[in-house]
């Protein structure tokens, strides 16, 4: 799939390679930046995630970083309002879990809502990151509140002052502890010591 998508933009990648996250088949120190874009939160189990961590750790070399994908705790709740999902009667449960635990189910084969998977907070995502032996230097909620706004595809389509604004302003907030949540989705930066 990646190396499609890269050709479908005209990208050379030197190679891919399909793996687990868990058991990942590189040697120690191979990389200097690894991606974790979406293991974090398809592994619903605690001992699933560090072992993926653990893994990235494992082939980063000394001083690089791992970048790390997850789902906010809070996207569902944050989704049914901004796409109004909360017409489906199955949508708020989902929700009520996500917030308990952040295991997230969805009861409804076929339907258009995620399935199986684990929604972080920010400090459950740091101290995951610290417990596989890396150094978090910081969580960024990717969207910032920005993201909620329903203007926000006009204005990156028209490239207005407007989106320039919300640029700037979602840059501004995107490392504001009391803000990371109210994001889709949240990025871990991790340096191996």
């Not at 479908?8 to 120690?28: C, I, K, M, N, Y």
């Not at 560090?50 to 705790?73: D, F, Y």
């Not at 490392?175 to 990025?187: C, K, N, Q, T």
């Amino acid at each position: 799939m990646v190396a499609a998508k890269a050709r479908e933009r005209s990208l050379t990648l030197g190679s891919t390679q399909l793996a687990d996250a868990r058991s990942l088949p590189f040697g120690d120190e191979f990389a200097d930046l690894v991606l974790l874009m979406g293991p974090l939160y398809h592994l619903t189990d605690l001992h699933d995630r560090l072992q993926a961590l653990r893994e990235c750790s494992r082939v980063v070399k000394k001083s690089g970083r791992v970048l790390c994908t997850a789902i906010s705790r809070f996207a569902s709740m944050l989704a049914g309002f901004r796409f109004n999902r909360f017409d489906d009667p199955e949508f708020e449960a989902m929700v009520d879990r996500d917030l308990v635990d952040g295991q997230h189910r969805n009861p409804v084969h076929g339907s258009n809502h995620l399935g199986t998977a684990f929604f972080h907070t920010a400090i459950e995502l740091r101290q995951e990151i610290e417990s596989s032996g890396l150094a978090c230097e910081k969580i960024v909620g990717i969207e910032s509140p920005v993201g909620l706004l329903p203007q926000l595809e006009d204005w990156i389509r028209e490239k207005d002052r407007k989106y320039e604004l919300a640029m700037k302003y979602a840059r501004r907030v995107e490392e504001e502890e009391d803000l990371i949540g109210a994001s889709f989705h949240l990025l871990g930066v991790g340096r191996r010591p």
